[in-house]
């Protein structure tokens, strides 16, 4: 029985698979659609979500499966203290695999370690969040049709945006890949990953300058300013609009840069934007739930 908490977790080859699998449910909607009659995926989730949380349970419906769960902690026993490995066990006689997203670090590793069923981390407070990764990496396919030599600018909240920290983990792995940190100087991405970039010799490039780095950038990752990471709220509102992407800001970018956000936005990309052929956005919400329904399969082990 295998779960998914890490990107990490994943080679390369079952990467590759899982884009395959993707692309395929693309073309092929209807070869899919009873692949998982029977099963049950449990969506527990334990902070607010849309796309996650939807995409799972489309994945699941549009697979022919079944859905149940919480879509927050108050309407679970949680409220009455119940641990997440109980809840993980008590699922597991209900349900064939679960999406568990929860604001504590590790909360999802702690329930694959105790539910006899596979658990997916659907995004585990500033850490992980795998299966966003394996939406932008199709989006990232299909718009540059690959990986390798791609200079990736990720901006905004790099260091509590878990969204970030997994694309970085899964970017690393191919070849002459670029990475520029634009962030302001509190958000910075945390100096264990870029340490640990800098030793696998990947060039880095730290900036606060946005429009500076903008004309070398194929992909641009723009990512919210979390309220909800932030202790101090005044901090909060003053680092919340560091960056705003406006068509002014885009007139040096290549003409084939490709925008990507894991979205929510709240004002870091105009909404003048959406109608540019670079922006991928709702594009990647959509890939979301094809790699979703693709992972799913894989963890049960569907033919
Ligand atoms: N990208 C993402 O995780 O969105 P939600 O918080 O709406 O699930």
Redesign the pocket.
């Known amino acids: 029985m295998r779960s998914l908490i890490d990107i990490a977790e994943l080679s390369l080859d079952e990467i590759d698979s899982l884009l395959a699998t993707a692309n395929d449910i693309i073309d092929n909607p209807e070869k899919y659609s009873e692949k998982c009659k029977g099963k049950k995926l449990a969506t527990l989730f334990f902070e ?6 939807l995409s799972f349970e489309a994945a699941m419906y549009e697979l022919g499966g079944n859905v149940l769960g919480f879509s927050e902690a108050t309407s679970s026993s949680t409220a009455k203290g119940e641990s997440v490995a109980d809840t993980a066990k008590t699922v597991s006689c209900y349900a064939d695999i679960i999406a568990m ?1 929860h604001p504590k670090e590790g909360a999802p590793l702690v329930a694959s370690m105790n539910a006899s069923i596979p658990v997916i981390n659907a ?1 585990d407070g500033g850490h992980n ?1 795998p299966t ?1 990764t394996l939406a932008d990496l199709l989006t990232i396919k299909r718009e540059k049709g690959g990986f390798d030599n791609l200079t990736v600018g990720l901006c905004g909240d790099l260091k509590f945006g878990r ?1 970030v920290h997994s694309l970085i983990n899964a970017l690393r792995r191919y070849n002459n890949v670029k990475f520029v940190l634009i962030s302001p100087n509190e958000l910075k991405l945390p100096d264990y990953i870029k340490e640990s970039l800098k030793k696998d010799n990947f060039e880095v490039f730290e900036t606060t300058d946005l429009e500076a780095a903008m004309p070398k950038l194929d992909i641009l990752y723009m990512t919210r300013v979390q309220r909800e990471r932030f202790f101090n709220e005044e901090e909060y509102l003053r680092l919340k609009d560091s960056y705003i992407l406006t068509p002014e800001k885009l007139k040096n970018a290549k003409s084939d840069l490709s925008i990507l956000h ?3 936005r709240v004002n870091e990309i105009s909404v003048a934007i959406d109608d540019d052929p670079r922006a991928c956005y709702f594009k990647q919400v959509l890939n ?1 739930k094809y790699m979703r329904m693709a992972l799913i399969l894989m963890l049960l082990g569907v033919k």
């Not at 607010?48 to 949380?53: A, G, L, N």
């Open positions: 607010p979500s849309t796309r996650t949380r997203r995004g969040h966003q969204t894991p979205l929510p979301g």
